[in-house]
Nanobody
């Protein structure tokens, strides 16, 4: 199984920045590692539905962003380190949520369904408050 672990969350003031990391370990039954998978970032705030934030293809050649974060967040990956990053700038209180990474095969499908993803991390909490 491929295990995903998020890190980098914490408390920041409005206008601040954080960089989240999603690190993969282990292998699939076919011997694949993180580089085979498109990695999505999702977030879920208290009382809100899960929101798809961003996705990057396995090679890193394709990225997408939700309108709510476009221009502020940047997704990137370093497959040699088995890690995907989400750089978050100009954070606002509405960005407060648990942030999750999730893997799907090769390409970003645009789905936000849980079962569309092969693997999920447990999440990291981002709190934006003054």
């Amino acid at each position: 199984q491929l295990q995903l672990v998020e890190s980098g969350g914490g408390l920041v003031q409005p206008g601040g920045s954080l960089r989240l990391s999603c690190t993969g370990s282990g292998f699939t039954a076919s011997g694949f590692t993180l580089g085979y998978y498109a990695i999505n970032w999702f977030r879920q705030a208290p009382g809100k539905e899960r929101e798809g934030i961003s996705c990057i293809s396995g090679s890193g050649g394709d990225t997408n962003y939700a309108n709510s974060v476009k221009g502020r967040f940047t997704i990137s990956r370093d497959n040699a380190k088995n890690t995907v990053y989400l750089q978050m700038n100009s954070l606002q209180p509405d960005d407060t949520a648990v942030y999750y990474c999730a893997a799907e095969r090769l390409y970003c499908s645009g789905s936000v369904e849980v079962d569309a993803m092969a693997y999920w991390g447990k999440g990291t909490l981002v709190t934006v408050s003054s």
